[in-house]
């Protein structure tokens, strides 16, 4: 027993979005006498050779993991996987070679899928090891929106009622077509290729020219449509705050701009977004994971879709539309919005939707997706204590490496429109306060039942230890 490998690294990329759910991983494998490693994926890879020997949680499988899992297999550690962007996405082809590298996911051992549909999307995928194990647990971020857990967050929406008063949600998710960055988009408009047309964007990895066009114009008739559809909402009504939340590496400069002609229209992208669903009158989106939370948690979503390509709707996008009440014009979402606000219409329901919403999503009941997680690392761990670490001139070449990377991304942070910038970089993951960090383990913790406290330890500004309290 005292061989098993007790350690996990997981990585966050979005605050916003993911920690929350990584924090409950943690402090449910703290209860299992695990150690974990959490924060910021950048500064998580950076140091990946100070770690001991630890199971890595990766949150993709693509071309651009290759070198870090390269380093990482040197350094000893072990990779396991599920892909944060599996529960929406495009067709087969267009997601094996945007998000599955032939060559990366040699590196995997295990995979956590959504639900059956994830895992049926992975075993269709040419190049998949035959020995890769596809686990069906759920995903920890399906955890947040079980009663069990979304309680967490009732004070907090309580406190944006009040703080804002009865609000409408907005989430955008333009991140291809309005980037933080110009060239994390789809097309450069900027920049012209050799037969004049606009260079493919780093979004646009893994697509054939003619879908990243359908898709450009697609997601830009339907921004163009909500940039529209915003200032028509706070007219529309007038007693209610209209709130847009942009996607975590959407550049939200325009939706500021829209609410400086208007004040009863605020931009906020702080926080879970599990609280500001759960305090909204309603959610309006447009293929957003957000309508998938929205039905969870039984929040009335609409889907806006006056405008785009409706193909691409009904497919790419097709659970969170059907998920939410459907609106294909102005007048539809304001009528709509309007039997929502005097409570006429809830949220979106049938069994239709249920039985979708279930080949999709496993452990919705039952035991929580992490619990099923942390079932099979443990075996992992128990494993891997009886394999030999690399040699040590192996373990000194992994660890060289890893410091050649960061060296190269620190010098790539110095030019402009770098995704490794540090005001990117602290948009989608901010600095917290260790104390921050610890309120939250708490609160966390006292919503999985009550249970000895993680010990938890700043290692550096973006990364932390949690392990088991001392009193256990």
Request: proline share 6%.
């Amino acid at each position: 027993m005292h061989n098993m490998v007790k350690n996990l690294v997981i990585p966050v990329e979005n605050l916003v979005r993911e920690l929350d759910a990584k924090l409950v991983l943690a402090i449910l494998a703290s209860r299992r006498n695990f150690t974990s490693f959490i924060g910021s994926r950048l500064e998580i890879d950076f140091r990946i050779a100070s770690f001991p020997r630890s199971i890595y949680l990766s949150k993709s499988m693509t071309a651009r993991s290759l070198k870090m899992f390269r380093i990482m297999a040197m350094l000893g550690h072990h990779i396991t996987a599920w892909d944060e962007e599996a529960l929406i996405h495009p067709p087969d082809q267009v997601y094996f070679s945007r998000r599955m590298s032939p060559e990366s996911i040699k590196y995997v051992s295990e995979l956590f899928a959504w639900g059956e549909e994830n895992a049926e999307l992975w075993r269709r995928y040419p190049n998949l090891p035959e020995e890769i194990k596809i686990h069906l647990t759920g995903n920890p971020r399906g955890d947040m929106l079980r009663p069990e857990l979304r309680g967490i967050f009732a004070e907090e929406a309580k406190e944006l009622q009040k703080k804002h008063g009865r609000f409408l949600l907005i989430n955008t998710n333009f991140s291809f077509v309005n980037p933080f960055f110009t060239e994390q988009g789809l097309l450069r408009m900027d920049r012209l290729d050799t037969h004049g047309k606009p260079s493919y964007g780093r979004a646009a990895v893994g697509m054939d020219r003619d879908f990243v066009e359908r898709l450009y114009r697609h997601k830009s008739d339907v921004f163009a449509s909500f940039k529209k559809m915003i200032p028509v909402l706070n007219k529309a009504f007038p007693e209610l705050t209209i709130i847009v939340r942009p996607h975590p590496v959407e550049n939200p400069e325009v939706y500021h701009l829209i609410a400086n002609q208007s004040p009863g229209i605020k931009v906020i992208n702080k926080g879970n977004v599990i609280p500001w669903l759960l305090a909204a009158v309603a959610v309006i989106h447009n293929g957003c994971t957000t309508g998938v939370e929205a039905y969870m948690l039984e929040v009335p979503a609409v889907s806006y879709q006056a405008a785009g390509d409706r193909e691409l709707d009904r497919s790419f996008y097709h659970l969170p539309n059907y998920l939410s009440h459907q609106c294909f014009s102005l007048d539809e979402l304001l009528e709509t919005l309007t039997d929502i606000e005097s409570q006429r219409f809830g949220a979106a329901s049938g069994q239709a939707r249920k039985r979708l919403m279930a080949h999709y999503l496993a452990s919705q009941d039952g035991p929580l997706a992490c619990e099923l997680i942390l079932d099979r690392l443990e075996e992992i761990a128990k494993k891997l204590g009886s394999v030999p670490l690399p040699s040590f001139s192996t373990r000194c070449t992994g660890a060289y490496f890893a410091l050649k990377r960061r060296v190269k991304k620190h010098i790539k942070a110095l030019k402009p429109g770098s995704k490794y910038r540090p005001s990117f970089q602290r948009y989608r993951f901010p600095a917290i306060s260790l104390e921050s960090l610890q309120n939250r383990v708490k609160a966390l913790n006292k919503s999985l039942g009550v249970f000895p406290e993680p010990e938890i330890r700043r290692i550096s500004r973006f990364v932390f230890r949690i392990g088991p309290g001392r009193n256990r």
